[in-house]
Nanobody, 124 residues
Framework: QVPLVESGGGLVQPGGSLRLTCVGS????????LGWFRQAPGKEREGVGC????????YYADSVKGRFTISRDNANNTGYLQMDNLKPEDTAVYYC?????????????????WGQGTHVTVSS
């Protein structure tokens, strides 16, 4: 059973929007900080941002600040990444991940569970 499942990726034109969804399965996502990462072809995985288990604290990478919004719905074991004003450099596979202790927002090694990823392509 895959602990996290992302959806919502696709092809979008520059300036467009997408909303990614991350659903937890087999564990209570509300007890974990939730992070979003992305990996472009030929590049290392990078942190996009994260949200604390309660939703009260959110951090963003400088590259997406002001354009992306992270949120969560613990009642439905779900997290979201709203992406607006998308740019070609946002093209990547996007992953959500769950961190039980919430110590390392942008550190992939801190996360306990990962999704399989969803592709986002920004192109005209």
């Amino acid at each position: 059973q895959v602990p996290l499942v992302e959806s919502g990726g696709g092809l979008v034109q520059p300036g467009g929007s997408l909303r990614l969804t991350c659903v937890g399965s087999g564990f209570t996502l509300g007890g974990y900080a939730l992070g979003w990462f992305r990996q472009a072809p030929g590049k290392e995985r990078e942190g996009v941002g994260c949200i604390s288990s309660s939703g009260g604290t959110i951090y963003y990478a400088d590259s997406v600040k002001g354009r992306f919004t992270i949120s969560r719905d613990n009642a439905n074991n779900t997290g979201y990444l709203q992406m607006d004003n998308l740019k070609p450099e946002d093209t990547a596979v996007y992953y959500c991940a769950a961190d039980q202790y919430g110590y390392g927002c942008f550190s992939p090694q801190e996360y306990d569970y990962w999704g399989q990823g969803t592709h986002v392509t920004v192109s005209s």
